[in-house]
T-cell receptor, first 113, second 110 residues
Framework: DVKVTQSSRYLVKRTGEKVFLECVQD?????MFWYRQDPGLGLRLIYF???????EKGDIPEGYSVSREKKERFSLILESASTNQTSMYLC????????????FGEGSWLTVV | EDKVVQSPLSLVVHEGDTVTLNCSYE??????LLWYKQEKKAPTFLFML????IEKKSGRLSSILDKKELSSILNITATQTGDSAIYLC??????????FGQGTRLTINP
């Protein structure tokens, strides 16, 4: 079974803190994604990566950065957390386009106070 | 700009009813359309549709894609309380990005 693991499930951080959200997948997938999910807005793509050290901006990259130093790990970084970044963050991975779906982690609930 | 729009955003029905959820898309280099069900955690995969007019079925759920109309529907017959969830539609586009709609929150009352 494909496993996408988000190490932090629930976090509470203060405004201005630096936040790291880690995601690891065990299926040697090339593609990895970070989404945030907010009520009424669905899942919005923040960043994605199709190879090690490669990254592409999604629809809402402002206030975020990412790191992909190893194929299995894709980190989302909030350099200076703000209250409007309170959300549920979902990591996902997929092989290159083969007609397959993508695989999600369990989600990380971040509250910024 | 790539866009996926779902309707309705929220739906409340009684157990046993049949529901139809709608999804329309405008994405560059469209590859396929996917449906997910999300309860309290991560979305779980339901269907992937690549060919127009071919219905996919899984139990009481079915879905079909209309590439001419750039849309898809998800049908659920004989609904049960366990069908209560957010249903997400997403379009896979050429850059291997999955673009999601806002989701439809479905509530089934006993």
């Amino acid at each position: 079974d494909v496993k996408v693991t988000q190490s932090s499930r629930y976090l509470v951080k203060r405004t201005g803190e630096k936040v790291f959200l880690e995601c690891v997948q065990d299926m040697d997938h090339e593609n990895m994604f970070w989404y945030r999910q907010d009520p009424g807005l669905g899942l919005r793509l923040i960043y994605f990566s199709y190879d090690v050290k490669m990254k592409e901006k999604g629809d809402i990259p402002e206030g975020y950065s990412v790191s992909r130093e190893k194929k299995e790990r894709f980190s989302l970084i909030l350099e200076s957390a703000s209250t409007n970044q309170t959300s549920m963050y979902l990591c996902a991975s997929s092989p290159p386009w083969t007609g397959n779906t993508i695989y999600f982690g369990e989600g990380s609930w971040l509250t910024v106070v | 700009e790539d866009k996926v729009v779902q309707s309705p955003l929220s739906l409340v029905v009684h157990e046993g009813d049949t529901v139809t959820l709608n999804c329309s898309y405008e994405v560059t280099n469209f590859r396929s359309l996917l449906w997910y069900k999300q309860e309290k955690k991560a979305p779980t995969f339901l269907f992937m549709l690549t060919s127009s007019g071919i219905e996919k079925k899984s139990g009481r759920l079915s879905s079909i894609l209309d590439k001419k109309e750039l849309s898809s529907i998800l049908n659920i017959t004989a609904t049960q309380t366990g069908d209560s969830a957010i249903y997400l539609c997403a379009a896979f586009q050429g850059a291997q990005k999955l673009v999601f709609g806002q989701g439809t929150r479905l509530t089934i009352n006993p």
